[in-house]
């Protein structure tokens, strides 16, 4: 796979073209190019040669690639509607990390994997140290022994005082 080089505006810009459609291939140029002198006709030629650049060509097909695979990711997740846990950002980030080529991105994925990953041990860890106390329903203090107990004590200190 090239190495891929492009600005940050033209990566904004081919995700927008992946996202819009291919008619958006003028106005990306446009956004790219915005100080071109070149009449119309020429400015569509110039966006398609620019599109069809081997740079520009790879990193569409990787954001295609990505899209499709997240795509399907997402529709089997949909089906069970299920809420988004921990554990399966977790698998998914594995997923994405087995695609990932680029060293960079790689890195960064791992590093974000490894922070989820404490993070869901430290959650397991409070959810153990955390007590839960249950307290009773009561419709009526009145027929509860302990209120009864109270209110005999309490007579018996005001019959003292």
Not at 102 to 115: C, H, I, Q
């Amino acid at each position: 796979m090239p190495k891929i080089n492009l600005s940050d505006v033209e990566r904004l810009m081919v995700a927008a073209i992946l996202t819009l459609g291919k008619s958006a291939i003028d106005k990306a140029y446009n956004v790219i190019n915005p100080n071109s002198a070149a009449e119309e006709g020429n400015r569509h030629r110039m966006a398609l040669r620019w599109f069809r650049s081997d740079n520009v060509k790879a990193y569409y097909h990787e954001l295609l690639t990505i899209s499709r695979e997240t795509m399907t990711l997402i529709d089997k997740e949909d089906v069970d509607d299920e809420p988004l846990t921990k554990g399966m950002l977790i698998r998914e980030m594995r997923k994405a990390l087995k695609m990932v080529s680029d060293p960079e991105s790689r890195s960064k994925l791992v590093m974000r994997l490894a922070d989820l990953a404490n993070l869901k041990k430290e959650d397991e860890e409070r959810q153990r140290e955390m007590r839960t106390y249950f307290v009773p329903y009561v419709s009526d203090c009145n027929s509860c022994a302990l209120m009864k107990e109270f209110k005999k004590l309490q007579q018996c200190c005001d019959d003292k005082s």
